[in-house]
């Protein structure tokens, strides 16, 4: 019970990294508050852990809305009496080519992915700088390396990267820890509702789910880094691989990625 009596805010914990964050902290004896936007998924997903033995509540919220952050962290605060760990995870993807794509499409991701995380993060630091817990966000290798058809969702992962490093230095003498997450592909349903060019959910994923991480693994991974402590984790060896050859080669990788997206089923580059 590595973090008995802790409490852990997880944004977008409905499915994938985010509900596998809530199962996982929770078994380590961690209070969690989950958010989501749909409230059947989030009634499910709360029962779920209920049935677990972990004590946790749900939370109706919009990342993209800022009075519904710090609905999340007075909500929290009123019924467990402190916050100690905040992960930001609720995102959402996209695949458009930016010449077609809708900037309302821009907007939506950006105000989920980047603007969601600084709402929660704004009104939860006040009580995780008075238990000297931790900020976690949970980013991409897309906000190391930018991909083709991914232009808002790599400028929104780029952005959360920025905010964070920024912050840490901010707070690094304050014992707060904040760790950024960089998950390679991970077998989750983001994808499934991706955005498209007009705003329409993708519907299917373009990519072999099987072949992936897991969102277990993902969040067994960021409960280690969490106790450790670390500042950044990249996960997956194609990730990895990805940063490395971005770092030195990244002339080179531009080739290797537009090759890999162009082969993706529907890819709009054909």
């Not at 802790?6 to 380590?28: K, L």
């Not at 209920?50 to 952050?69: F, T, V």
Request: charged letters at 25%; aromatic letters at 8%; a positive charge.
């Amino acid at each position: 019970m590595r973090f008995k009596n802790q409490v852990v805010i997880i944004t977008g914990a409905t499915s994938g990294i985010g509900e596998a964050c809530a199962e996982v902290f929770g078994r380590e004896g961690a209070k969690i508050a989950i958010t989501g936007r749909n409230p059947e998924k989030l009634q499910k997903s709360l029962a779920n852990l209920q049935s677990k033995g972990i004590e946790a509540i749900a939370i109706l919220a919009d990342a993209a809305s800022e009075k519904d952050n710090q609905k999340i962290a007075e909500d929290t605060l009123k019924h467990f009496g402190k916050i100690d760990i905040l992960i930001n995870n609720a995102g959402i993807g996209m695949r458009a080519l930016f010449q077609d794509m809708d900037l309302e499409v821009f907007h939506k991701v950006m105000d989920t992915n980047f603007w969601g995380t600084v709402y929660a993060t704004k009104y939860c630091l006040p009580e995780i700088l008075k238990s000297k817990g931790s900020i976690i966000g949970i980013s991409s290798i897309n906000g190391y390396r930018g991909t083709p058809a991914r232009t808002a969702y790599t400028a929104s992962k780029f952005a959360m990267n920025g905010f964070f490093e920024s912050l840490r230095t901010e707070v690094m003498k304050k014992g707060v820890h904040v760790l950024v997450v960089a998950p390679g592909f991970t077998a989750s349903n983001i994808r499934n509702i991706a955005l498209t060019a007009d705003g329409s959910s993708q519907g299917e994923s373009p990519r072999d789910e099987g072949k992936m991480m897991t969102s277990e693994e993902v969040a067994e991974h960021i409960l280690k880094a969490t106790l450790k402590r670390k500042r950044d984790i990249v996960l997956t060896s194609q990730g990895k691989l990805a940063v490395f050859l971005n770092k030195w080669m990244p002339g080179i990788l531009d080739g290797i990625v537009y090759n890999q997206m162009a082969k993706e089923k529907d890819s709009p580059f054909k």
